[in-house]
């Protein structure tokens, strides 16, 4: 992965080129209602603070677990038996960027959505919390922390989450085989190229037309900018957004002309 400099340095080049984020510049008339409806929607919804309270709770908890890892690897982490504090610290989706994925779903109204990539369940809340009437099928390798998200969403009291842990080499294609066409994807899992274009590839077999990609930390590493280049320039993709350190994918036809765009957030 990157390190912390060369990361700022990327992310100034970005900030620098990017669109502004406040739609002008923008002649995308989808591209601009994202921004206008769900980028820049600044509103505090109650879903937000019992989410926050599990953060809060995860980043004191001082338990020990044992983790296996069947993806690139912490950054920080290097061994099995983990801190469930520092690995909260390290792998939770910052408040930020798991209310958008939350406004995403409540703006566009996903009915089935699949995350790679549990963790100890915020995101996952926050993607069921978007819209109740939603499936979320999240998988989640380690047992273990599989075990906490499940704590969590009893917590939400959400009862539309879906928790399969395992290798998602076996996991995914069994579940893409006894779910609905997914409407919207995200993706924040084995952060590698190879497989996270696999992962692009089985789930574009079983997409329609309106199915959003969602894909975490496209900028970690030359490997993932990589994976994200490629999917990107891939004949099915009309539109991309990249936000730095989460990235919007979208096969939709009627979007004509392959567009790709770079906005602050």
């Known amino acids: 992965m990157y390190t912390s400099f060369q990361l700022a340095i990327k992310y100034l080049q970005y900030y620098c080129t990017a669109y502004n984020g406040r739609g002008h510049g923008i002649h995308s008339p989808f ?107 999240t998988l989640e390798g380690a047992t273990e922390i599989a075990a906490i998200a499940r704590r969590n969403f009893d917590k939400c009291g959400l009862k539309n989450i879906h928790l399969s842990p395992g290798n998602f080499d076996k996991t995914l294609p069994q579940l893409l085989a006894t779910i609905a066409k997914p409407d919207l994807v995200y993706i924040d899992g084995n952060h590698r190229r190879e497989p996270t274009l696999w992962y692009f590839e089985q789930f574009l077999q079983h997409a329609h037309p309106s199915t959003i990609f969602i894909f975490d930390d496209i900028h970690w590493s030359k490997d993932m900018e990589a994976a994200w280049n490629t999917i990107c320039s891939h004949p099915q993709v009309t539109l991309s957004i990249d936000l730095f350190f989460i990235g919007l994918v979208f096969i939709n036809p009627d979007f004509k002309v392959k567009q790709e765009f770079q906005i602050r957030y």
């Open 31 to 137: 591209v601009f209602d994202f921004v206008k409806q769900v980028l820049n929607d600044k509103k505090e919804y109650s879903a937000y603070k019992p989410i926050e309270n599990i953060r809060r709770e995860l980043l004191r908890d001082n338990s020990s677990i044992e983790v296996e890892d069947f993806g690139a690897g912490s950054a920080v982490i290097k061994t099995n038996t983990r801190v469930v504090s520092k690995i909260a610290a390290s792998s939770l989706k910052p408040r930020k960027y798991a209310q958008l994925l939350f406004r995403i779903v409540q703006y566009y109204k996903p009915g089935t959505i699949v995350e790679l990539g549990t963790s100890f369940g915020t995101t996952t809340a926050y993607l069921a919390s978007g819209n109740p009437g939603a499936n979320v099928y």
